[in-house]
T-cell receptor, first 111, second 115 residues
């Protein structure tokens, strides 16, 4: 059975800090790893990483996939209070379309 | 830009009642997914459709659960004889399946509370 483990489960920082969120996975026939941000409602898509795209960046957010270590990190620089959310990591196999999610990391950014 | 739409947003019902949720995907998306999320956990996969065909179901989808996508557009998820353990957020997502590797986009979910 596929497994995704995120750490830390909870993190409290001050505005302006840089944070690194971790995701490790065990999956048969890995296809892709996705990061989502969830505030009070729908998870919103951030990044998708695959064998052909192991590093993504958008503004203050960036993510790297380490296929050898079966892990990924999500970095947020110069954090803002609007970054406060649950960050979810998910993996997908080559066969089928289901995503297997981790428990998420609850990030709180205090002013 | 119309995203994934789910109705109702909240549903409160007594144990033993049947409930039905609706999901309208992004219009050009041919794949539709249902997930369930409980407090403090990530979403758990329930089932997915490509057009009107239900291609995969999780073991979580007991015989009290049924999902349909009759015309390949909107989908319904029905839970019969609800139990306390069914209380959760039910999330729908859609993606463009003709282009592999497209991410799933989620709706705001239906929060189900069983009294």
């Amino acid at each position: 059975e596929d497994k995704v483990v995120q750490s830390p489960l909870s993190l409290v920082v001050h505005e302006g800090d840089t944070v690194t969120l971790n995701c490790s996975y065990e999956v048969t026939n890995f296809r892709s790893l996705l990061w989502y941000k969830q505030e009070k409602k729908a998870p919103t898509f951030l990044f998708m990483l695959t064998s052909s795209g192991i590093e993504k960046k958008s503004g203050r957010l960036s993510s790297i996939l380490d296929k050898k270590e079966l892990s990924s990190i999500l970095n947020i620089t110069a954090t803002q209070t609007g970054d406060s959310a649950i960050y979810l990591c998910a993996v997908r196999r080559t066969s089928g379309s289901r995503l297997t999610f981790g428990e998420g990391t609850q990030l709180t950014v205090n002013p | 830009d119309t995203g994934v739409s789910q109705n109702p947003r909240h549903k409160i019902t007594k144990r033993g009642q049947n409930v039905t949720f609706r999901c309208d995907p992004i219009s050009e998306h041919n794949r539709l997914y249902w997930y369930r999320q409980t407090l403090g956990q990530g979403p758990e996969f329930l089932t997915y459709f490509q057009n009107e065909a239900q291609l995969e179901k999780s073991r979580l989808l007991s015989d009290r659960f049924s999902a349909e996508r009759p015309k390949g557009s909107f989908s319904t998820l029905e839970i019969q004889r609800t139990e306390q353990g069914d209380s959760a957020m039910y999330l729908c997502a859609s993606s463009l399946g003709y282009r592999e590797g497209q991410p799933q986009h989620f709706g705001d979910g239906t929060r189900l509370s069983i009294l």
